[in-house]
């Protein structure tokens, strides 16, 4: 019912910028929290930052400073702000929305597709 399309991945230089987007598109009440995460293959998914429906954030050590995440509640998107990338952020970065279907109320939590981002010479 609820489904998430990102875009802006890609291949960039280490010292420079990338911005991710995810739309989020189906019966929506409300998205409480919606967040970025990253998985390198044969890891664990890890949070690399959230953002909830008032705008709190929370941002994982490795990229504070760096990495800005943002969203428009108009248009059910969240936006994630890569500067100073390295290479050790090269991964697969998937949007996750947590929130409340509408007409139903039942809490939906959905992942997106994933987005690659390599950062290299």
């Known amino acids: 019912q609820v489904q998430l399309v990102e875009s802006g991945g890609g291949l960039v230089q280490p010292g420079g910028s990338l911005r991710l987007s995810c739309a989020a598109s189906?019966?929506?009440?409300?998205?409480?929290?919606m967040g970025w995460y990253r998985q390198a293959p044969g890891k664990e998914r890890e949070l690399v930052a959230s953002?909830?429906?008032?705008?709190?954030?929370n941002y994982a050590n490795p990229v504070k400073g760096r990495f800005t995440i943002s969203r428009d509640n108009s248009k059910n998107t969240v936006y994630l702000q890569m500067a100073s990338l390295k290479p050790e952020d090269t991964d697969a970065y998937y949007c996750?929305?947590?929130?409340?279907?509408?007409?139903?109320?039942?809490?939906?939590?959905?992942w997106g597709q994933g987005t690659l981002v390599t950062v290299s010479s």
């Open positions: 996750n929305a947590r929130g409340l279907v509408a007409g139903t109320m039942e809490r939906f939590e959905v």
């Open positions: 189906g019966s929506i009440f409300s998205i409480t929290t």
């Open positions: 953002i909830t429906i008032r705008g709190s954030t």
